[in-house]
Structures are given as C-alpha cells and as structure tokens.
C-alpha cells in the first residue's frame, strides 16, 4: 500500500512540471508501447492492450463531441473522423498494429508540439 502512495505523489510531483498536453500526449505513447509489445505476446496481452486503445479512443471521441468542447469545429471533426477510422480497424479480426501505432504517434507528436 505504501509503494503505491508514494508511486501516486512522484507522479503527482512529476506532472506538475509538464503541461495539460504533454501528459495527454503520454497517455498515446503508453498506449503504443503497450501496442508495439502485444505484436510478439499472448493473446491476453494483446487483447488488454486492443482494449486500452479502445477506451482511449472512446473516451477521445465522446471528450471530443461533447459541446464544451473548445476545440474549432473542423480540428473536432477532424478528431472523431481519425477515431472512426481507429475504431473501424480495431474491429478487423485481426487489427494492423502499425496502422494503429502511427495514429497514436501523429496524435503524440500533435498534442506534444508547442501550439
């Protein structure tokens, strides 16, 4: 209990020193770490990790339609039409992990360039 007290305070000190967007940004990778080690695991593993990348794109999408949302129109459009796509592919009996993993990237590198 205590390990994950004090894991939960250095995340906490950590973030704070980075913005809203590079820790969104983490969120992408961690998923594509997860993606990039389930191509040469079990099943399970890859399964969890489809799933993970799911609910990220999920959770984006339904952020992204939600009307107090900020973000332009088109940007948000742009956004929930790329989720689709995301969603469309991870429903393929077998989901290209590349073509999932350079989403995820371009989506990184976007929420991790300095607007």
Not at 51 to 76: E, F, H, S, V, Y
């Amino acid at each position: 209990m205590q390990r994950m007290a004090d894991a939960t305070r250095a995340y906490a000190a950590s973030s704070a020193h980075r913005s809203a967007r590079e820790q969104e940004a983490d969120v992408f990778r961690r998923a594509n770490v997860a993606l990039r080690q389930s191509a040469t695991a079990g099943a399970a593993t890859r399964a969890r990790a489809l799933a993970d990348n799911g609910r990220l794109w999920t959770t984006l999408i339904d952020l992204t339609r939600d009307p107090q949302n900020q973000l332009p129109q088109a940007i948000r459009a742009s956004i929930i039409s790329v989720g689709l796509a995301v969603q469309r592919e991870m429903q393929n009996e077998t989901p290209d992990l590349e073509f999932l993993v350079n989403v995820n990237e371009n989506l990184a590198l976007g929420l991790s360039a300095r607007p």
